[in-house]
């Protein structure tokens, strides 16, 4: 997520939860209905089963981004939104987190408040698919664009148990908006992020809100496979329910708006990498590593054959092998071999 809104860095975080699922509902990029629009509604009711009866089902891995400082350089908001309107980036944070302080008022409600109430005064009317436009002018990291690509290959390789599935989801505070303007935007599962109404108030007002602790929530419908936001998270479901255990989810995060997300993945059997910008201080992720928050460290280098990429990939080969384990063991318990 970003770091700005959150007082901690500079930026504030994009959001985006069920966009994914609307377009491939088909409905309109912007309507209002209940965020329930999943991507993978579709795919719900299968992946409820777990372990179901006749064949072993657990073989889906998640890898889960933060997008601002992560996949991204910088916060999303910056390469588009605050240009336009003519706002100094790190003033805009600074007067954010500063109202917020001073207001005791939520620092990503205050940015999403602030974002518009600066575009108003500028007279700049920004829509939603202006929103979606930004994205197009987002930078990403280095080797994000064939990451996805390079990552299923490299399973496909080295999956020796049939029927394994990779996933890619986004939790971030940015805006869902400008995540789907992307270009990586289709190579997501699901993209949960903050979100605006426009047309309900004069100026946008927030939908959907995902703070640091916030985005554990996803992660917990990830693991359950409750993806549908209209649905309720918090009823208890038997681990050997839970379509994607933690253990099969790699969280990738780079600093301490991501400290949350970390620690439940890491408490929970999971795992979690933390990325600094190439050729830049990695002291945060060293801090994170020394408090046993993530597995690895990397420069966010998303190339094949980089530390990121090496490091990603002797995680996923642990996964495969206790995949591997674990579909023997589930045959041999019900006498099938
Ligand atoms: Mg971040």
Redesign the pocket.
């Known amino acids: 997520?970003?770091?700005g809104a959150t007082g901690r860095?500079k930026?504030a975080?994009g959001g985006g939860m069920a966009r994914a699922a609307s377009r491939s509902a088909g409905k309109a990029a912007n309507d209002d209905a209940p965020m329930a629009r999943a991507k993978t509604s579709g795919k719900q009711d299968r992946r409820k089963q777990g372990g179901g009866r006749h064949v072993f089902e657990k073989k889906s891995i998640a890898l889960v981004y933060?997008?601002?400082?992560?996949l991204s350089p910088k916060?999303m908001q910056e390469y588009a939104f605050l240009p336009q309107v003519g706002v100094d980036a790190a003033a805009f944070w600074q007067e954010s987190n500063a109202i917020a302080r001073a207001e005791q008022a939520d620092p990503l409600i205050t940015y999403m408040h602030l974002l518009y109430k600066k575009a108003k005064a500028a007279g700049v009317r920004i829509d939603r698919s202006d929103l979606v436009a930004q994205g197009r002018q987002v930078e990403l990291f280095a080797g994000v664009m064939e990451w996805f690509d390079a990552i299923a290959e490299y399973v496909k390789l080295r999956a020796e148990s049939h029927g394994v599935e990779i996933r890619h989801y986004l939790i971030?505070?940015g805006l869902t908006e400008i995540i789907e303007g992307t270009p990586i935007y289709d190579r997501f599962t699901n993209v949960f992020a903050s979100e605006y109404w426009f047309d309900a108030y004069d100026l946008p007002y927030p939908k959907r809100v995902i703070t640091d602790t916030g985005k554990t929530q996803y992660l917990f419908r990830i693991n359950k496979g409750v993806e549908d936001l209209g649905q309720n998270i918090n009823q208890h479901m038997p681990e050997v329910e839970r379509p994607i255990p933690f253990s099969n989810m790699v969280y990738f995060?780079?600093?301490e708006?991501?400290v949350p997300s970390m620690a439940v993945m890491r408490k929970n059997g999971g795992h979690a990498i933390a990325v600094y910008p190439p050729g830049k201080s990695k002291q945060k992720c060293v801090d994170l590593f020394h408090a046993n928050r993530v597995d690895f460290f990397a420069p966010a280098d998303y190339r094949r054959g980089s530390d990121l990429f090496r490091r990603t990939c002797l995680l996923l080969d642990r996964m495969l092998a206790d995949i591997r384990v674990q579909e023997e063991t589930w045959r041999m318990t019900r006498g099938l071999k």
């Open positions: 997520m970003n770091e860095g930026g975080g933060d997008f601002d400082g992560t916060p971030s505070s995060g780079d600093g708006t991501d």
